[in-house]
């Protein structure tokens, strides 16, 4: 996957004294403060569900990318969806620098694995009325942060684009540079992670066995 | 007609609105007598939700001072 055509910044110069889409009176530096204070909580939070501790350098390394490449953005109103990209484009490279194996899992590394159909076959709280929504139920924040953390980058960044920050495949594919095929095809293998890494998470972590007690 | 497995499969991409008319046609047929896979939906339904509910991030007070400061610097050069 390539990277990096929506990363602004590397070959840039400092122009936001000049630069930048223009609104009023404001100058480039007070439009593109605005734009980022504005934006912050939603880059920290996208950036924790992608890259979680290193959240914050990768936020700050956006920054600083965005603000070299602020001239370059024409209309105001395409500013949130710009400092995303370079956002994404940041943490999908320090996922890629921290990544210690080949990314691309085979299909059939999770088959046809089904959670609902693993959770009634194995039937882990047998005196529960609602089987499927009491394993869940045993999942904390930090827990679901853990099993998504597992996930390689290459599953992971589109699945929380897509089912956390609410972002269309579509937005994904142009967020990511792949085609929308590639985009699909990682969606559909991670979701089945997810589901796998979900069951192999409570079983390795003793939530089945708390909440049979 | 679709088997089980082939349903399964679709799950998502149907609750995504992404399968073709015909695919969707296939599909909602096997769940018109698959009671297995109509919990497979419910189940997929409730597990989106739960992966966006449970994963929410406040910016911490400490975070936003530090990130700020940095723009202040950014402003300052």
């Known amino acids: 996957m390539r990277g990096g055509r929506n990363n602004a910044g590397a070959t840039s110069v400092f122009q936001c004294g000049d630069a930048g889409p223009s609104d009023g009176a404001q100058t480039a530096d007070e439009r593109f403060r605005l734009l980022a204070e504005e934006q912050l909580p939603r880059l920290y939070t996208i950036a924790r569900r992608l890259i979680g501790d290193e959240a914050e350098d990768a936020v700050q390394d956006a920054l600083l990318k965005a603000y070299r490449g602020f001239g370059r953005l024409q209309h105001a109103s395409a500013g949130p969806a710009w400092l995303t990209s370079i956002l994404v484009n940041v943490c999908r490279d320090r996922g890629r620098a921290r990544a210690r194996a080949p990314e691309e899992v085979s299909i059939d590394v999770v088959g046809e694995f089904s959670l609902y159909r693993k959770i009634a076959d194995e039937d882990p709280f047998p005196y529960s009325d609602s089987l499927h929504l009491d394993f869940l139920a045993q999942f904390g924040p930090e827990d679901v942060r853990a099993v998504l953390a597992r996930l390689p980058e290459l599953y992971r960044v589109p699945l929380v684009l897509v089912y956390v920050d609410g972002f269309a495949t579509k937005e994904v594919a142009r967020l990511l540079d792949a085609p929308l095929g590639t985009v699909l095809a990682r969606l559909h293998r991670g979701r089945k992670l997810f589901e796998h890494e979900l069951w192999d998470y409570a079983e390795t972590n003793g939530l089945l066995l708390e909440a049979a007690r | ?77």
């Open chain 2, 1 to 77: 007609m679709i088997t089980c497995a082939e349903a399964v499969e679709q799950l998502w991409a149907y609750l995504d609105g992404a399968l073709t008319a015909e695919d969707k046609e296939a599909l909602e047929e096997h769940l018109g007598f698959c009671r297995v896979c109509c919990g497979e939906v419910e189940f997929a339904k409730e597990l989106r939700g739960f992966l966006a509910r449970s994963v929410s991030e406040d910016l911490p007070d400490d975070v936003r001072a530090r990130l700020m400061s940095t723009l202040d610097e950014l402003g300052a050069a």
